[in-house]
């Protein structure tokens, strides 16, 4: 069993900045790729940034220059600090970890940012 624990959504004005952090926990053998999705109302989940094994990221274009994802792995733990957010922003945010060839989901963690 894994779980992945995430931490640190909440509502914040335009130009602000949070830090979301995700705790993968249980039976982990090897974590391939951690990285972060979003779900807004009425849209489909999309990529908004992720980190390799080896420290390679990819962004998506729209976070590119503002949000920046990092990883802890001794402490199996997955960051995403953002900064200038913009009400667009206002999404679920998704944990997601690859392990071995399965894929793991958090719970979401709520991001509103207000105008």
């Known amino acids: 069993q894994v779980q992945l624990v995430e931490s640190g959504g909440g509502l914040v004005q335009a130009g602000g900045s949070l830090r979301l952090s995700c705790a993968a926990s249980?039976?982990?053998?090897?974590?391939?790729?951690m990285g972060w999705y979003r779900q807004a109302p009425g849209k489909q989940r999309e990529l908004v940034a992720r980190i390799i094994s080896g420290g390679s990221t990819d962004y998506a274009d729209s976070v590119k220059g503002r949000f920046t994802i990092s990883r802890d792995n001794a402490k199996n733990t997955v960051y995403l600090q953002m900064s200038s957010l913009k009400p667009e922003d206002t999404a679920v945010y998704y944990c997601?970890?690859?392990?071995?060839?399965?894929?793991?989901w958090g719970q979401g963690t709520q991001v509103t940012v207000s105008s």
């Open positions: 997601n970890a690859v392990i071995t060839i399965l894929n793991f």
């Open positions: 249980g039976t982990i053998y090897r974590i391939n790729n």
